[in-house]
């Protein structure tokens, strides 16, 4: 099973499933990550968080602590 938090950058990546309840996995899905989103990994901060994405043609950065209950494929 990987996360988002391990995708390198420079990846493309597609979501699996969201593993978190509540009200964080709700503040993800109004992001834009939803099951069968592609995802690009632009890069990383210097000290690897946050990680900066591109989602549905817009550019978002996602702490690795919300990005390891994002499954991907």
Not at 5 to 14: A, E, F, L
Not at 29 to 36: E, L, P, Q, R, S
């Amino acid at each position: 099973m990987k996360t988002l938090k391990d995708v390198k950058s420079g990846d493309n990546v597609i979501v699996e499933k969201i593993s978190c309840t509540g009200s964080l996995k709700r503040r993800i899905m109004d992001m834009g990550i939803t099951k069968g989103t592609n995802i690009y990994v632009r890069k990383l901060a210097p000290l690897g968080d946050p990680i900066e994405l591109t989602v549905r043609g817009y550019e978002l950065s996602l702490r690795k602590s919300d990005a390891e209950n994002i499954i991907v494929k």
